[in-house]
């Protein structure tokens, strides 16, 4: 069960890895990895490794640090050259976390055995799904995944990069995989790069991940994104490129705003220094009388930074965030299910008294959580409390992987004076569109802002099939 604050957060579902080191500690790197992308999905893990004509698998639900210890780890360590690592965060159309549904998945087509990671959403899935039971493929999920691999077998005349290709024209929507066969590691990113992949080394082995953090954690170098539409393949003769058959790039602001680690890169762009920059931005925009600066940890540190720094406001930490609680908190009573925020974070009494307080946070989703912040800071002697946010208003859904419907969305149904009343602050100011994608100095027209701006690069698909 996700606690009360984590509901209240957009979610990526889920973090790939993929390297192919012969003679390497295979597991142990997968281990690393997974934990530095653990932000990506915490519903479940797995690690699967070739060798011998077959798989060293395992995977269950929980966090990295529950599914994995010596006693795991020690079960698929083996001499193989080849794998994968997936930690999971389930889709809407998804039910909550099972092991059936953890990854990497493994399957066995005309062309041999093959493991799969996937992060992502597809618009047309329901009619691909059903296309693909009319000629006789079975399901016993709902993924992505393993949709994607039935797809694959349909086109098992051609060799996997070729059939990666067909793939693509008949997959629409945001996805990142990670593939391994028994000679050789594979991946492949959506035409528009919507959902993040990139290429790293590792003592002259090449590996693939979600993000450059988890590269970095292993002791490896980041090489470059692969690009939006390009399919690698990584073997014993080294690292092939197929492609790009990709359009322009439309990567996912909200990596930026919240998803990715402050450490991560996308496209020589860090994401600690884009969220300054939008605090400073911000601060620029809105431009309020206050005493001090505080952010929401942890996501709000970076922009509350850049803000403080801007407006030559203090910056101050006025909450503390209680790391002990966790994704399974459980809160079987109302009473404990309204105190949920007051366990995880705490307010600094001596910080906050008889002054005029701006907090900082990532975005706005439900407000929920921070009319309790406020509520807290108010009764922690604040005089003043005026909420500023890194992003624009959140009005739209997400179909590319992002967990939001608009139904839980409170800007879709209130304008911003009512949010202001409903969450109780003196004030509440947005960072606009034009100065998010400014703060990241990059092209606008490089990113998808569909949740803010309603403008979807890849049209949701009703399905039609249906009968």
């Known amino acids: 069960m996700r606690s009360m604050m984590e509901q209240e957060k957009l979610h990526d579902e889920c973090g790939v890895f993929g ?30 490794i070739f060798q011998d004509d077959r798989f060293q698998l395992y995977k269950n639900t929980g966090l990295v640090s529950e599914v ?63 296309n693909l039971a009319l000629r006789g493929s079975v399901f016993q999920t709902n993924s992505d995944c393993e949709l994607m691999m039935n797809l694959i077998a349909s086109y098992a005349q051609d060799d996997l990069p070729g059939a990666l290709a067909k793939v693509m024209l008949d997959a629409k929507g945001a996805y ?37 953090c988890a590269i970095d954690a292993v002791g490896g170098e980041l090489v470059r994104d692969i690009a939006p539409g390009e399919i690698v393949v990584i073997d014993k003769d080294g690292f092939k490129s197929y492609g790009p058959y990709g359009k322009q790039p ?101 910080t906050l008294q008889g002054k005029r307080v701006v907090v900082v946070d990532d975005s706005l989703v439900r407000g929920t959580t921070s009319r309790q912040i406020i509520s807290m800071l108010r009764e922690a002697g604040a005089i003043e409390v005026h909420l500023v946010l890194g992003s624009p208003p959140v009005k739209f859904g997400c179909p590319y992987g992002i967990d939001t419907k608009p139904s839980q969305l409170i800007a879709v149904k209130q304008t911003k004076e009512q949010i202001c009343e409903y969450i109780g602050a003196d004030s509440l100011h947005y960072l606009s569109i034009e100065g998010m994608l400014q703060a990241t100095r990059q092209d606008p027209n490089h990113f998808c802002t569909a949740c803010f701006s309603g403008e979807y690069i890849v049209k949701p698909c009703p399905f039609q099939n249906k009968k």
Request: glycine content about 8%.
């Open 68 to 130: 994995f210890n010596e006693k795991t780890l020690s079960s698929i360590k083996c001499e193989g050259n080849i794998a994968l690592a997936h930690c999971r965060y389930p889709a809407e159309k998804e039910a909550e976390a099972t092991i059936v549904d953890a990854q990497p998945m493994v399957f066995n087509y005309l062309n041999g055995l093959i493991g799969m990671t996937y992060n992502g959403s597809l618009v047309n899935y329901d009619d691909l799904r059903y």
């Open 176 to 212: 990142a995989i990670v593939a391994m066969m028994e000679d050789k590691l594979v991946g492949m990113r959506d035409p528009h790069g919507i959902r993040p992949l990139c290429l790293g080394k590792l003592d002259g082995h090449f590996m693939l991940a979600s993000e450059s």
């Open 250 to 350: 439309h990567f996912c602001i909200f990596e930026h705003i919240y998803i990715a680690r402050p450490d991560s890169t996308f496209d020589g762009v860090n994401v600690y220094l884009a969220r300054h920059h939008m605090g400073k931005i911000l601060a620029r925009e809105s431009n309020i009388d206050a005493d001090i600066v505080i952010p929401v940890p942890d996501s709000g540190v970076p922009c509350a930074l850049g803000y403080s720094e801007e407006s030559g406001l203090p910056y101050r930490m006025g909450l503390l965030k209680n790391r002990y609680i966790g994704r399974t908190f459980i809160q079987p009573t109302q009473i404990m299910r309204d105190k949920s925020v007051h366990l995880k974070l705490n307010p600094i009494k001596e």
């Open 19 to 48: 390297i192919y080191a012969p003679g390497t500690n295979l597991a142990d790197i997968c281990y690393l990895a997974l934990y530095a992308l653990q932000h990506r999905g915490q519903e479940s893990a797995g690690i699967a």
